[in-house]
Structures are given as C-alpha cells and as structure tokens.
C-alpha cells in the first residue's frame, strides 16, 4: 500500500513538473486554442457598445488573423508576427485608460469563456502589459 501511494505522489510530482515545463502557447492548446481565445474575444467585442465603436471601420477578418498571429508569437509559439507595430495600429484612435482597461476586462472575460486558468491568464497580461503605453495615446 505504501508503494503505491509513493508512486503516486512521485507520478503527482512529474506531471507537475511536465506542466511547468510547457511554453505558455502549450498551455494555450497551441494554435488552436489561441484561435478559440480570439474568437471570443471579437464576440466580446461585438457585445460591448463601449468598445465596439472602435472597430467600426475595421476590417474583422485582418483583426482576427493579426490578433492570432500577435499572440502566438507573444506566448512563443512558432508563429512570427508582420503586422504593424501597435503605434502604428492605434495611433489616432484616442484610447483612454478607461477604454484600455475595458478591453482588457473583456479579454479577461474571453479568457474565463475558454476556461484559461488564472495563472495562464496572468502569464498573458504580463506579456501584454508592456504594450500598455504603445496603445493609450490621449
């Protein structure tokens, strides 16, 4: 009986250290899940009225694949992004922090949609928060 519990505490302790050894886009279910996280990210998008105006000449389909490609690079995965810088991309557009922090709610809300845990999420927006000041230009 002893042996067996042994075992398992051992079995216990490799897995945990297998999951500390994934990349942040493992974790994300690769590119697939990273996908899933936009797509509802645009819904909650789509849904908030005070966010929404922002996107009203955008095109979707470019947000969507550029999102994609932004964040599989940002979690390491094997995707390099080309877009424009996020300078280039939000200048002009008057972001407020109150309109920053908004989006990042609803990412937040995306992220509890897919059930992402909150030590993943943390991981994400540590590597987003540098971002921060490149996005809010008043």
């Known amino acids: 009986m002893k042996a067996v519990l042994?075992?398992?505490?051992?079995?216990?302790?490799?897995?945990?250290?297998?999951?500390?050894?994934?990349?942040?886009?493992?974790?994300l279910d690769g590119k697939a899940g990273i996908t899933r996280l936009v797509d509802s990210f645009i819904n909650q998008i789509g849904n908030d009225e005070i966010i929404l105006p922002y996107f009203s000449h955008a095109n979707v389909a470019h947000f969507r694949a550029?999102?994609?490609?932004?964040?599989c690079a940002l979690t390491n995965g094997s995707c390099e992004y080309k877009g424009d810088s996020m300078v280039d991309i939000h200048t002009g557009m008057h972001i407020t922090e109150a309109?920053?922090?908004?989006?990042?709610?609803?990412?937040i809300n995306a992220m509890n949609e897919q059930q992402i845990s909150h030590?993943?999420?943390?991981?994400?927006?540590?590597?987003?928060?540098?971002?921060?000041?490149?996005?809010?230009k008043i």
Do not use: E
Not at 8 to 22: D, E, G, M, V
Not at 99 to 107: A, C, G, I, K, T
């Open 99 to 107: 309109d920053f922090n908004r989006v990042v709610d609803l990412l």
């Open 119 to 136: 030590s993943v999420q943390n991981q994400i927006l540590a590597k987003m928060a540098p971002l921060r000041a490149q996005i809010i």
């Open 6 to 27: 042994v075992l398992l505490f051992i079995c216990t302790l490799a897995a945990c250290t297998s999951a500390s050894k994934l990349t942040l886009y493992q974790q």
């Open 66 to 71: 550029g999102f994609i490609s932004h964040l």
